[in-house]
């Protein structure tokens, strides 16, 4: 089973956390108990209130104890409140110059396009937050010597391991990313302990995905698991966990904001399987590569109407 969770417990005082703090807050809330949950809430809502309060005053608006705040500041991954609220008077700030209006009825369609990739650039900030630095060199291992790699991804979160799969096939690594949950489940079930599933799940707790993740754990195969909560169903089967979560976000864009996270997570997994890759290997695939896609374009050319339409006027 994998330790879920990020490092920011062994942060210097001085040092910021990498990310950002409201990223790291929301992906640990399914790992709270009750009491513990409603501090962390106060603090996603309240930012700029905790930075001035004592823990007294954050337990008296959460309705828990002061133990209780504390308890919950070291299971979010700081040393305690204190700790909490330097990293919230770090980051209060910027998050009150972002632009979290909600559109209206009536706003300009460039209005629209403006926020919608100012908050996908704030989420992919946002996102390394959660992220545990130490997992990623187990998950590049495991995938440097995976024998075949499967890929299972269902909802939004299908096209990232289409996507993911199609990268890893491009550098010669044996890959697939089935779309039918079936078809997943039993393909997770006849791996072998040489290759490796990954999972990418938002939530951590799709259902179909939890499928093909216990019958790959059966046949005994690895399990690379990307989520935005470092709590959740997927951490008990995962043998490597990367968190890449986001906060709350405007204009319903959580999904694409996970979805945009994952994407770039698998990309910089890909590359460092890459830079590790036999250079004659490299060479090979990069051969084949050019064959197939040269291929391909020469299909596309002689099939164009264009091109059928030259042909009979020259004859």
């Not at 590569?289 to 339409?309: A, Y």
Request: aromatic share 2%.
């Amino acid at each position: 089973m994998a330790t879920p969770g990020n490092d920011t417990s062994t942060a210097q005082p001085g040092a910021p956390l990498p990310g950002g703090l409201f990223a790291v807050v929301q992906a640990a809330l399914p790992g709270l108990i009750r009491s513990e949950r409603r501090v962390a809430e106060v603090c996603l809502a309240r930012p700029e209130d905790v930075v001035h309060w004592s823990v007294a005053e954050l337990a008296a608006a959460a309705g828990v104890s002061t133990a209780t705040v504390v308890r919950a500041c070291q299971h979010l991954g700081f040393r305690g409140f204190q700790h909490l609220r330097l990293e919230l008077a770090r980051q209060a700030g910027a998050l009150a110059l972002r632009d979290t209006r909600a559109p209206l009825p009536d706003d300009p369609p460039e209005r629209l396009v403006d926020a919608v990739f100012a908050t996908a650039a704030q989420a992919l900030t946002d996102a390394l937050g959660p992220l545990d630095r130490s997992a990623v060199a187990p998950a590049v291992d495991l995938l440097v010597n995976a024998n075949r790699l499967l890929l299972v991804g269902n909802g939004g979160s299908a096209p990232v391991a289409q996507d993911a799969a199609l990268r890893f096939l491009t550098i010669g690594r044996p890959a697939e990313a089935p779309t039918d949950s079936i078809t997943q489940a039993l393909a997770a079930r006849l791996l072998a302990p040489a290759d490796v599933c990954m999972v990418i799940t938002s939530s951590g707790a799709n259902e179909p995905t939890m499928r093909a993740a216990e019958a790959a754990r059966a046949a005994g195969a690895p399990v690379i698991a990307i989520t935005s909560y470092s709590a959740g169903p997927i951490t008990e089967l995962a043998t490597v966990l990367l968190v890449v979560g986001t906060p709350d976000l405007p204009m319903g864009s959580e999904t694409i904001a996970s979805r945009l996270s994952s994407l770039l997570l698998l990309n910089a997994l890909q590359l460092a399987v890459t830079l590790r890759m036999p250079a004659a290997l490299s060479a090979h695939t990069a051969l084949a590569l050019k064959e197939v896609l040269d291929h391909q374009l020469r299909g596309e050319v002689t099939s164009s109407p264009r091109r059928r339409n030259t042909r009979r006027s020259s004859g």
